[in-house]
């Protein structure tokens, strides 16, 4: 019997269907594994996954493959972003055991949940030196069955290797002018100067170490890390990795030069680059960064944004490609005759030169991915903006890619943040509106009465799963952001709330070091723990940059304390690994710096408190906070006993305990929160 047509994760309901007898993670899987002696095969992927879809249909709808796994196994269904807990701890293993990682994992265990057999995506043939899916089951079901023992062994010995592995914390000190200036160096090493990015195919947008960089450059005046920063922006918002009509980012290249994505869309990866990419322009004034800057915030509201304010998932790479086949890609590329359907022989012509469509295409079948080349010559404003209006009224009549439309809380953590700061710069109360939208979804479906959170909630119902660290870290982040751009204290109430929890279920009170779960949560047969980046800031640097800012916001001594715990870990792997700490180097850069603390007091009618605003929220000092409210307000703790001066609108900057002398002059405010400074 399948029993995830009640699941609320839309990954677990595209297996609701199959023959495969499938379960989801819970007690009751592994008490029949123990009931029945059958080892447990575990499955882990997620709804945008184009090789997860690939080994669905090949093996897990094939009627022959599901009898062997029925009478075999207890098969348990994972969404790695429902369960990013039950992920890291059974990808962990894998990697120890292969030297590689990926989706869809497959992992088999015994009835305690011990791994001992490993993979990723299996073919239902042998191919590429690959054994098919049928030949590792039939090798695991002979092993459990002729070796148990020696089964139970190895996942025993690999369970006490996973439990022993230490974490080194920096000897509890935080980094400094050494370690920022080490990972730059490395980042410097790893730096394609060619094509911008780090390191080769596939290649990542590194969004967080974008944050490092300028954040680093506002901080020092580097202006290696700047060009590094802006260089590997615009190359990405000229290759195929950005929709170059609807706006928005793919997940990544599968070639160096950001020419081909991997088509999915995710939800974490454009919020990030929308906040990259909006405080790129708050540094250079750069019109490529706020053109998308506010393109991907269009994106999200419009293509995201469900029916209860939150926002969705991911949309997915692949979609019928009007045969009724599902392709990678489908809804996006692009042929010269397909251009001349829509645009006619002159202005096809145009688009072609253009957006870099050939007659041998970049992508697959003579198709190409539309980009926004180099070349010289000029281009009419009017006419591309009418070429590019007509292509995506002509791409809105294909089939959509599916969109998973689960809400996790992390990733609209990072949306909140994105879409309000990026509401702010540019004068967009409707992003502003969007960010507070999903804020209280989060804050009436995700939150119960004691501020604990739940992962994730699909349709208006929360789901069944506790929220991780990230979760906690990433959503105090969005309110934290919204508490500066609108003023408004329950956001940092709420903010503190979830931190306060931070800091009793996911904080070693002996080390300071961060667990993922919390001390309440689940058991598994390890506690999660990894402070690196992957494609969102670690729960544990995020944590950190949290707890940092709200203090700087509160004076709270013992969110700054954990803070500065925290990052004990980015000395010891900032100058080694930076590219896979790119985050935690970021609140390291606001750690130097202070944070800067800056107050605007005024009233909201008055010009004058809207100019010295407006100049806070653009100041480049790494993680400076601000607070507006009215004299005498209540509503923030910065705002306490800052009075008008000389009955004017003022603005107070503090830092380290030292406070300037308050400004009615925004000149003499924007020096105050910018740059480097003596």
Not at 106 to 128: C, S
Request: hydrophobic residues 40%.
């Amino acid at each position: 019997m399948n029993r995830l047509a009640h699941e609320t994760s839309p990954y677990l309901l595209q297996h609701a269907d199959n023959p495969v007898d499938w379960w989801p993670w819970s007690a009751e899987a592994f008490d029949e594994a123990r009931r029945s002696g059958r080892p447990v095969l575990l499955s882990v992927g997620y709804s945008s996954c184009h090789w997860c879809h690939v080994m669905a249909h090949e093996s897990f709808e094939d009627e022959t493959t599901a009898a062997y796994l029925n009478e075999h196994f207890v098969s348990v269904k994972v969404d790695r972003e429902e369960r990013p807990d039950v992920d890291a701890v059974y990808m962990e293993a894998v990697q120890a055991a292969t030297g590689q990682g990926g989706w869809p994992m497959t992992v088999f265990l015994t009835p305690d949940a011990e791994p001992f057999y490993f993979g990723t995506y299996f073919p239902p043939e042998p191919r590429h030196g690959m054994a098919s899916f049928r030949q590792v089951l039939e090798g695991v079901a002979s092993a459990w069955s002729e070796r148990r023992d020696e089964v139970a062994e190895v996942a025993a010995k690999i369970t006490r290797d996973l439990a022993q592995r230490e974490l080194s914390l920096g000897e509890g000190r935080v980094p400094g002018e050494e370690e920022m200036a080490g990972a730059l160096l490395g980042l410097t090493r790893d730096y394609d100067a060619v094509r911008g990015g780090f390191g080769g195919a596939p290649k990542f947008p590194p969004s967080m170490v974008i944050e490092f960089l300028l954040r680093h450059h506002a901080r020092t005046g580097s202006e290696g890390a700047l060009q590094m920063a802006s260089d590997t922006c615009e190359r990405m918002a000229r290759g195929g990795l950005y929709d170059q009509l609807g706006g928005g980012f793919a997940r990544y290249s599968v070639d160096r030069e950001w020419v081909v994505p991997h088509f999915e869309k995710m939800l974490y990866d454009n919020a990030l680059l929308c906040r990259a990419y909006a405080h790129l322009w708050r540094s250079t004034g750069s019109e490529l960064a706020r053109r998308v800057a506010l393109e991907t915030a269009d994106f999200m509201v419009r293509e995201l944004r469900t029916g209860e304010g939150g926002f969705a998932s991911a949309l997915d790479a692949d979609s019928d490609d009007g045969t009724g086949r599902h392709t990678e890609g489908a809804y996006y590329v692009w042929t010269p005759a397909q251009l001349r359907e829509v645009l006619g022989e002159a202005d096809a012509e145009v688009a072609a030169q253009y957006f870099g469509v050939t007659e041998e295409g970049t992508f697959e079948e003579g198709a190409s991915v539309l980009q926004l080349p180099q070349q010289e010559g000029v281009f009419d404003a009017g006419r591309i903006a009418s070429v590019r209006e007509r292509l995506l009224a002509a791409r809105a009549g294909r089939p959509a890619p599916g969109r998973d439309d689960k809400v996790v809380a992390a990733w609209n953590g990072l949306a909140v943040a994105a879409l309000a700061e990026t509401g702010a710069y540019f004068d967009r109360p409707d992003l502003v509106e969007a960010a507070i939208g999903a804020a209280d979804l989060l804050v009436r479906l995700h939150m119960d009465d004691r501020a604990r959170l739940v992962r994730t909630s699909r349709d208006g119902r929360a789901g069944a799963h506790a929220g991780v660290l990230e979760d906690y870290a990433d959503v105090a982040e969005g309110f934290l952001a919204l508490t500066s751009v609108t003023g408004e204290g329950v956001w940092l109430e709420f903010a503190g709330f979830l931190l306060d929890h931070v800091l009793a279920q996911f904080t070693d009170p002996e080390s300071g070091a961060l667990y993922d779960t919390a001390a309440d949560a689940e058991r598994l047969i390890r506690r999660p723990q990894d402070p690196t980046d992957n494609a969102t800031p670690s729960g544990w640097s995020a944590a950190a940059g949290a707890l940092l800012s709200y203090s700087a916001q509160t004076g709270a001594e013992p969110h700054r304390t954990a803070a500065e715990r925290a990052l004990g870990v980015v000395k010891a792997l900032g100058p080694r690994v930076p590219r896979f700490v790119g985050w935690g180097l970021a609140v390291a850069e606001a750690l130097l710096d202070g944070p800067r603390e800056v107050a605007v007091v005024g009233e909201g009618t008055d010009p004058a408190t809207t100019a010295l605003a407006r100049t806070a929220f653009l100041g480049t000092a790494p993680g400076a906070v601000v607070a507006v409210g009215a004299p005498g307000s209540d509503e923030l703790p910065l705002l306490a006993d800052r009075p008008l001066v000389d009955g004017k609108p003022a603005a107070y900057v503090c830092r380290n305990f030292v406070c300037d002398a308050p400004t009615t002059d925004p000149d003499r405010l924007r020096t105050a929160v910018n740059g480097r400074k003596a």
